[in-house]
């Protein structure tokens, strides 16, 4: 399925892939799952992440596919914990791109060479899946997961700083081990924060993320997910972390106009807004119409730190990575054996 690629495609000749699949309560989809995996995969880690089902007797009893392994955890560790299972494991057998697909049956394992494409390209480091590829996809998601992942969307956008991806919850991905290996797993998130936060440590790194218009297959499949059990902690991560990129992008690894424009643009905001809510209650309390001049005072600088917000967003959503971690390794690779004395 990959001999199709573009003959200038380095990446091709040399890429083995592996399929992780993390697997809790998805019993009833996982054999179909397996079965409708093409000969793309080198290797299939299906992860039995405690699953009470026991998801992976079934997959060592009913599978006869050479290639597939399980891999199992005494105690349920989360979707991202089972996934970082089976990527250290894909690392540690030399897998080259590291794909992601759930059990569940929601994602069509047809679609893996296509997904994989842009890595084997040389194009991008990490690929996801976007259900909001079209018109005809979003009208086909349940209504609280379009408005979900909608919200979610946005929000990533800013603490991520991949402005143009979307979806950030969609958990059919492909990443080169390249990145893979960059990444300190253990500073993940191990349960449903997992594919956000993988995002968000790609950008630290400064790997390029691609995003792939697909289709989802909702089912029967029910979700272990309760949003008002997470919205508080993932408000909170979300916050931590955006605070976290900006003081590291525009403070520590560069410094640059966008930084003073964050900079003076908070600055101006806070104090117009702090001088403006002291001023408008003393004039209250004492029902003395405040000055003009007083007014202006507070509201230039909120005019003049929005204007320098607004300028230093438009700095951020421009600030993409552009020249993927995967091209720059191939091409040193191909240099070292261009190099190489030929055998008489």
């Not at 026991?54 to 009913?62: F, I, K, N």
């Not at 080169?176 to 790609?202: C, G, H, P, Q, W």
């Not at 917000?309 to 951020?316: G, M, P, V």
């Amino acid at each position: 399925m990959i001999s199709d690629a573009p003959p200038a495609t380095f990446g091709t000749s040399l890429m083995k892939i592996g399929i992780v699949i993390p697997c809790y309560k998805v019993k009833r989809h996982i054999l179909s799952v397996l079965d409708g995996i093409g000969d793309e995969a080198h290797a299939i880690y299906v992860v039995d992440d405690g699953c009470p089902e026991g998801t992976g007797d079934l997959v060592e009893e009913s599978c006869r596919q050479p290639n597939v392994r399980v891999l199992r955890h005494d105690r349920n560790k989360g979707v991202g914990g089972a996934v970082m299972t089976g990527y250290r494991q894909a690392l540690a057998d030399g897998m080259d791109i590291l794909v992601k697909l759930d059990g569940d049956g929601q994602m069509d394992p047809a679609l893996v060479p296509a997904l994989v494409r842009p890595i084997l390209n040389l194009e991008a480091d990490y690929v996801k899946g976007n259900r909001f590829g079209s018109l005809y996809d979003v009208s086909a998601m349940p209504r609280m997961r379009l408005f979900g992942n909608a919200v979610l969307s946005f929000v990533t956008k800013f603490s991520s700083g991949y402005w143009r991806l979307f979806d950030p919850t969609n958990g059919f991905t492909a990443i080169s081990a390249v990145a893979a290996k960059r990444l300190d797993f253990e500073k993940i998130s191990a349960r449903y924060f997992f594919e956000t936060d993988m995002l968000i440590n790609l950008g630290s790194i400064r790997a390029v993320v691609r995003d792939f218009p697909m289709q989802a297959t909702y089912r029967d499949e029910v979700s272990n997910l309760r949003i008002r059990n997470v919205v508080f902690s993932f408000a909170a991560k979300h916050i931590r972390l955006a605070a976290k990129r900006l003081l590291y992008t525009y403070f520590l690894r560069d410094f640059s106009i966008a930084s003073v424009n964050l900079v003076f643009g908070l600055a101006f905001l806070l104090f117009g807004t702090v001088f403006g809510g002291v001023e408008w209650y003393l004039s209250v309390a004492s029902g003395v119409t405040a000055s003009t001049g007083t007014v202006m005072i507070a509201v230039l600088p909120i005019i003049l730190g929005v204007q320098l917000l607004i300028a230093f967003l438009s700095h951020d959503i421009g600030n993409d990575p552009t020249v993927p971690l995967v091209r720059f390794h191939y091409q040193q690779r191909v240099a070292a054996a261009a190099a190489e004395p030929t055998p008489v």
